[in-house]
């Protein structure tokens, strides 16, 4: 078992490293000893990554292994682009086996390591990097950069906003696909940005909110940098996200973007929007009420007063005739019988003291509401008038 070994772990030292390799994250988890337990396990790992990536069965193009017991355990994981078809699964398992080869290049007997290819990557640890929770919103140990130098032209503003749009969208078609990866384009003909395209990918072992949360993580790390770049990659171990002006990727994009700058919404209203559901304040009541109702108890004033003025134009009257303060002598007061309407007659108070007999008790017909009442004859006609004696006290 121990030749076995051996020779597999010689097969690892002596594969050349992959030509597409673009970098390494070497960890801090201290060194194993050449020779040891730790790198056989770590040996028997490679081989039994390599077999189980390629196999017909493991369509999500993933595997993950353990190796050892504690102090010697290894825990590791290989993930090939998405994008890689299945007649093409041997590429995927000879682009693990380089990384790993690539790793014990750059970080010599490292217990730790993370490489990332342009077709995969690989990583191995002595801690357990297998549970996803670890890997998602708290480490960033395995991150790593690649920058195109070119940064895009224009408005800083619109594209970083059209940028945004391109990587937010494409995260949320990735990790609400089964296999955790999609592809997308932005079609900015009608924008001052080129043409774009992205990928992004995650582990397929976590769910879709992990994933979510991991993109997310990478994109806040791409819209933190000084100016936009025209391609960029920035990968931990469970997820990873490139884009590019320029197509590179196998097959059509899943999804269509369009920048939001080349939108236009509909044109804003000069008009400030109705408001609803809101309860109207007491004292906007009041002022939008005051008015008409100051106007209807005007109107009822006027016609009050109207009604009245009627009623006194139509109601006889006696008034006195004007004198001096002190009567002469066999003078009396004259009263008139005053009326605006034309059935009324204007007598003298000589003519209703001979009328009444001088107010006698035989034409004394009885008490009124205003007084005695009497009957008169005047002109050959009975009428029958009633007077207020308080006048002639």
């Known amino acids: 078992m121990a030749g076995v070994l051996l020779i597999i772990v010689l097969t690892f030292l002596l594969v050349l490293p992959s030509a597409t390799a673009i970098g390494q994250v070497c960890g801090n988890a201290g060194n194993y ?19 189980n990536i390629s196999s017909s069965s493991q369509a999500q193009l993933f595997a993950n292994a353990t190796a050892g017991k504690a102090p010697d355990v290894v825990y590791a994981l290989a993930l090939c682009r998405g994008d890689i078809t ?26 730790a390591a993370s490489v990332y290819d342009d077709d995969c990557l690989v990583g191995f640890s002595s801690s357990n990097i297998l549970v996803p929770a670890n890997n998602i919103t708290r480490d960033m140990s395995t991150l790593f950069q690649y920058w195109n130098p070119t940064s895009i032209t224009g408005d800083a503003t619109v594209v970083a906003a059209d940028v945004n749009d391109l990587l937010t969208q494409t995260a949320q078609v990735a990790a609400a696909s089964p296999r955790r990866f999609a592809t997308a384009f932005m ?14 990918q995650c582990t397929p072992d976590l769910s879709a909110g992990d994933c979510l949360a991991c993109l997310q993580r990478i994109v806040g790390v791409i819209n933190a940098t000084t100016s936009v770049r025209l391609g960029g990659r920035v990968l931990v171990l469970r997820c ?77 009257r006696l008034r006195r005739k004007p004198w001096d303060n002190k009567l002469r002598g066999g003078d009396e007061p ?42 008169v004859s005047i002109c050959n006609t009975e009428s029958y008038w009633e007077l207020h004696l308080a006048f002639f006290h």
């Open 33 to 51: 000893t050449a020779n040891g337990t730790y790198q056989s396990n770590l040996a028997s790992l490679v081989a039994a990554l390599s077999t």
């Open 240 to 316: 990873n996200f490139r884009f590019e002006n320029m197509m590179f990727y196998e097959g059509a994009a899943t999804t269509r973007i369009t920048p939001s700058s080349s939108s236009s919404g509909p044109p804003a209203s000069p008009f400030p929007a109705p408001t609803t559901n809101k309860r109207m304040k007491p004292w906007v009541i009041a002022v939008s009420a005051a008015p008409p109702l100051a106007v209807v108890a005007l109107c009822f004033i006027f016609y009050c007063r109207w009604r009245s003025r009627r009623y006194i134009k139509g109601r006889p």
């Open 334 to 375: 004259d009263w008139e019988m005053e009326a605006d309407l034309s059935e009324f007659s204007v007598f003298d108070f000589h003519q209703i003291l001979e009328a009444t007999g001088n107010f006698s008790e035989e034409n004394k017909l009885g008490e009124g509401g205003f007084g005695p009442v009497y009957k």
């Open 86 to 111: 299945s007649s093409n699964l041997t590429g995927c398992a000879a682009c693990v086996n380089n990384s790993f080869a690539y790793a014990h290049k750059m970080c010599p007997y490292a217990k």
């Open 187 to 200: 079609d900015a003909s009608s924008s001052s940005i080129p043409t774009l395209y992205s990928l992004a």
